[in-house]
């Protein structure tokens, strides 16, 4: 079983950047296997993908994000991470990291808030 605990989120100004974090436990061998993603969800809206990397390092996005958002993997250290620029007020929302395949798993969230 792998535990996902996600970091990072705080307020920041339209145009500024942040750097989630998604520090993985429990089992090394499960995430460093796993195709790994982000997810949002803001409120009165559902929860939507964000990108993934499969095990190796190949990533997609969500084209409200492309270009803007970066995720990467350290599998030594078992982290995720999103790197989010040019952050606009509709970015806001509560992140989730999410193991996705083959086994699925989710992290508690982390608040990110875009505001001047």
């Known amino acids: 079983q792998v535990q996902l605990v996600e970091s990072g989120g705080g307020l920041v100004q339209p145009g500024g950047s942040l750097r989630l974090s998604c520090a993985a436990s429990g089992s090394g061998n499960i995430f460093n296997i796993n195709t790994m993603g982000w997810y949002r969800q803001a409120p009165g809206k559902q929860r939507e993908w964000v990108g993934s990397?499969?095990?190796?390092?190949?990533?997609n996005y969500a084209d409200s994000v492309k270009g803007r958002f970066t995720i990467s993997r350290d599998n030594a250290k078992t982290t995720l991470y999103l790197q989010m620029n040019s952050l606009e007020i509709g970015d806001t929302a509560v992140y989730y990291c999410?193991?996705?395949?083959?086994?699925?798993?989710w992290g508690q969230g982390t608040q990110v808030t875009v505001s001047s």
């Open positions: 999410r193991g996705l395949l083959p086994y699925n798993f």
């Open positions: 990397i499969d095990s190796g390092g190949i990533t």
